[in-house]
């Protein structure tokens, strides 16, 4: 029968070695997800932002579109121009930004900068119906729809149709 000695000494960490290695790691580990949430907090910061300049878009030609009377689209200088009595609303659509005036004011306030695309629906050669713009991100697109229902009168007007008796 064989004798096993213990007296050979084993090459392992001591429990001092194994406690310092672990301590090390908890605050390495610590400071990345410390890294992590202030990154998830900036980029939650730029999508609410982003959002709010979206709805201030949505407001923006939701109240134009409202107000107006007749809202016509000028192709070669990018302009929607929305006609109401008593003044008239511009919406310059630049490929990186959207600018807003009056005839009453004419400084141009700032809707929106960033990337956009949009899409104008007509009824008549020069009626607008309805605008899409539609705004890419990283994860999906958003997309704001603003329509303009006319009266009857405006619609016929448009045609120039006239009744003879």
Avoid: H
Avoid at 2 to 23: D, H
Avoid at 53 to 78: G, P, S
Avoid at 114 to 135: H, K, P, W
């Amino acid at each position: 029968m064989k004798k096993y000695s213990f007296n050979k000494k084993i090459k392992a960490f001591t429990l001092v070695e194994l406690s310092i290695t672990l301590v090390l790691s908890l605050i390495v580990v610590g400071m990345m997800y410390l890294a992590l949430q202030i990154i998830t907090q900036q980029i939650n910061r730029s999508d609410d932002k982003k959002l709010e300049d979206i709805a201030l878009v949505k407001m923006a030609f939701n109240n134009a579109f409202y107000d107006c009377n007749v809202i016509r689209y000028d192709d070669e200088a990018k302009i929607l121009i929305c006609n109401d009595s008593l003044k008239t609303y511009y919406f310059s659509l630049y490929p990186d930004q959207i600018l807003y005036y009056t005839s009453n004011n004419s400084n141009k306030d700032l809707l929106f900068e960033g990337q956009y695309m949009f899409e104008v629906e007509s009824l008549t050669n020069e009626l607008i119906a309805e605008i899409i713009i539609s705004f890419p991100s990283k994860v999906d697109t958003l997309q704001l729809s603003v329509k303009k229902v006319y009266s009857s009168a405006t619609l016929l007007n448009s045609k120039n149709i006239s009744f003879e008796y």
